[in-house]
């Protein structure tokens, strides 16, 4: 295909489910899933994105994604910010009236998201093994209806991400903030306890489409 690189994405599927995350859990939403991501998380569960792929205009994205006649719309990865495409990607959906929201690791700069997108920033655990690639600066980029997401191993995870929204002073911007179990790592029982015991202001996040449709591909 041809035009300029911004033009197009490398796509590894695009598909119908149920959100799985974030407070718009439940909804009805379109993923298009870029392949590609310079993190490699212990728990990662979308490997099969790292690689391969096919080279996509945005136009045809677009135009798939509007096939399925919904109206919201996730951006997702891999990491979908490896790939410049994917700002005009983010920009044309929004200006085509989807309600658009953009999973990202938090390792790579959210400064020139369209303001219009909600952000789903992850903050990676020491559990992650990726603690490092944490990008700090991408704090100062969040929108009021941004939120922040923690993926949290064991014990030590949690009071980890306790102490990282103590210090970020997250829990008084009236930000939602995700603390989600790491599948088949930490009994979400477990966390749910630890949280109320606490009385932590966050929300307590399990993958829906997980326990609807447990690893498979494209759900
Ligand atoms: S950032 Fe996401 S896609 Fe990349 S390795 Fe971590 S969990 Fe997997």
Not at 49 to 54: E, N, P, S, V
Not at 71 to 85: D, F, I, R, S
């Amino acid at each position: 295909m041809n035009g300029p690189v911004r033009d197009q994405v490398r796509l590894t599927e695009i598909f119908l489910s149920l959100q799985g995350e974030s407070t718009s859990v439940g909804l009805p939403t379109v993923f298009v899933r870029l392949t590609g991501c310079p993190l490699r998380c212990r728990y990662c569960d979308t490997a099969y994105a790292f690689h391969g792929g096919t080279v996509t205009a945005v136009s045809e994205v677009l135009s798939t994604v509007s096939d399925f006649s919904v109206t919201h719309v996730t951006v997702t990865g891999g990491e979908p910010l490896a790939q410049p495409g994917v700002m005009p990607l983010l920009t044309q959906l929004c200006d085509a009236g989807f309600a658009v929201s953009l999973e990202t690791s938090g390792a790579l700069d959210v400064a020139a998201v369209d303001p219009r997108v909600r952000k789903i920033v992850d903050i990676k655990t020491p559990g992650s093994g990726e603690v490092a690639r944490n990008l700090w600066s991408n704090f100062e980029h969040l929108n009021a209806q941004d939120e922040i997401k923690f993926v949290i191993c064991d014990r030590q995870d949690y009071d980890w991400a306790r102490l990282k929204c103590d210090e970020l002073n997250l829990w008084s911007r009236g930000r939602e903030i995700l603390f989600s179990p790491s599948a088949g790592e930490l009994d979400p029982a477990t966390l749910a306890h630890w949280m109320l015991e606490d009385r932590v202001p966050a929300r307590l996040q399990l993958q829906l489409h997980k326990i609807l449709w447990g690893d498979e591909p494209g759900r």
